[in-house]
Every structure is written in C-alpha cells, then in structure tokens.
C-alpha cells in the first residue's frame, strides 16, 4: 500500500510518499520541487506513480509555500523569488543529508526534479551538488541569470518599483551567474537530464530550455541522458503526458 505522511525535516514540511512495506529501507528516491505560488501535495500524482515503481519521493514546501506561507502580499512574494531559489538549495541539501543519516538513500541514486520554479532550482542545484544522480526540469529554466534579467526589464516596462537598487541588481546577477547552468554545462558530467516545455509557455521561455538542450548535448557522450521532450500547444501547465513521459525515463535513469 502507498503511503502518504507528512513529516518535518529540520523544519521542512514534507509528504513521504512510499510504499509502506518498503519506508524503512534504502531506495532510489526522488524529490521534486514544486512551482511558484503552488505547494507540496500538487506533485501527488506524480510521486504516487513513482512510488508505485519502488520509489521514495520527498514532497517538500518551499520558503513562502504551502506550510511555510506567511502574511505578505502576491507582489512581495514575486519580489522575492530568487531569495526562495536560493533557500531551495539549502532546503534540497538539507533533505538530502537527512537521507543519508537515516540511512534511507540506495547508494547514490538521488533524483532532484521540479515545476517552474522547482525547474528552475532544479538546474541551479545541478551546478551546487555532484550527488545528484538524475534531474528533471520540467518548464523551468537553466539560464537564470537571462530570467531574472528578462523580469527586470519586464518590471522596469510596467513602470513598476523595483525594491533594489542598480548595485544590489549588480550583486544578485553575480550571484546567480554562480549557480546558472547554462554557463556551468561542465558541471552536467554526463548526468541524466530530461526536459519538458510546452511551446506556448508565457511564463518561463521554452527556448531558455531548448536553446540549452540544443547545446547541452554535446557534453553528452551518451545521447540518450538527456532527453527533451516538446509539446506543442502548451501552455504553462504541466500534462498528463508530460508527468508519465518523465516518470517511464525516471525509471529507466534512476
């Protein structure tokens, strides 16, 4: 039987989602990161599918999500976006490292997935940590350093305030250009990497994706570890399609 339970996890709220006969033993597991404004238990299906596989996934609740929301307005919680990736990647290590102390981690077979947001993080951390085994990106962005200047200018063109200042944008975009993938791609190693982007995204840009795939590639010396997977006419909302493409690669790479 699949169980879900919540837990806390140095403070993070979490679903575990595994078969029960299996919780206490050391498995492949996954955790995957949900989307901006969005919260663990939208990934159920998706966890459900991989823990009827064998799989261990880890649901958590990021900064300013789900359990951890507080009292701040939409456009607060916008402007604070990549301070959220950026304690993503803590969070991530976090889980990570409780994995290995409960000794709950088969070998080094450690997936780290996400929506949007969670994609976006999902690249970043691929440039933070080598223990991660497999990643999936799924309508997110490895260029972060391109996004956050692409909503800059948005938000300058609607005349909006921005709370920093040109030099605290000068430090953020060095920052970020530290855990940008797509200037990093050395630091794949030939890791399995699978992309889902729906060509009609307003949202985050499919061809921050693709164009990276297109590259990607090359570091590759087996093709079949990176896989892009396109739908035309979608928009930015993950499909049905989408979440059992992934969760049959998951499978075969993790």
Do not use: C
């Not at 939208?42 to 609740?61: C, Q, S, T, W």
């Not at 507080?70 to 290590?93: A, H, P, S």
């Not at 630091?187 to 307003?202: I, M, Q, S, T, V």
């Amino acid at each position: 039987m699949i169980g879900i339970t919540k837990e806390y996890w140095n403070d993070i709220p979490l679903l575990h989602v595994v078969d029960q006969e299996k919780k206490e033993q050391a498995l492949p597991t996954l955790t995957y990161i949900h989307g901006f404004t969005s919260a663990k238990e939208h990934n159920l299906p998706l966890a459900f599918l991989m823990a009827e596989k064998g799989y261990r996934v880890i649901l958590p609740d990021m900064m300013l999500h789900g359990d951890r929301e507080e009292e701040i307005t939409d456009q607060e919680r916008e402007l604070r976006f990549f301070e959220i990736v950026k304690q993503n990647l803590d969070d991530i290590e976090s889980i990570y490292e409780e994995l290995v102390t409960k000794q709950l981690l088969d070998g080094n077979r450690f997936g780290l997935a996400g929506t949007s947001m969670g994609g976006i993080t999902t690249a970043a951390a691929l440039t933070q940590f080598s223990w991660i085994k497999t990643a999936g990106i799924l309508m997110g962005s490895p260029k972060i350093t391109e996004y956050a200047q692409q909503l800059i200018g948005f938000m300058t063109s609607q005349n909006k305030e921005l709370p920093l200042s040109e030099e605290q944008i000068v430090l953020l975009l060095d920052e970020l250009r530290e855990m940008d993938l797509s200037l990093q791609k050395e630091k794949l190693f030939g890791r399995p990497l699978f992309f889902w982007h729906g060509e009609d995204d307003k949202v985050v840009p499919f061809n921050h994706a693709y164009s990276f795939y297109e590259k990607a590639i090359d570091h590759y010396k087996n093709p079949e570890n990176i896989r892009f997977l396109k739908e035309i006419g979608r928009g930015h909302k993950v499909s049905r399609f989408a979440i059992v493409e992934f969760t049959k690669w998951l499978e075969y790479q993790l």
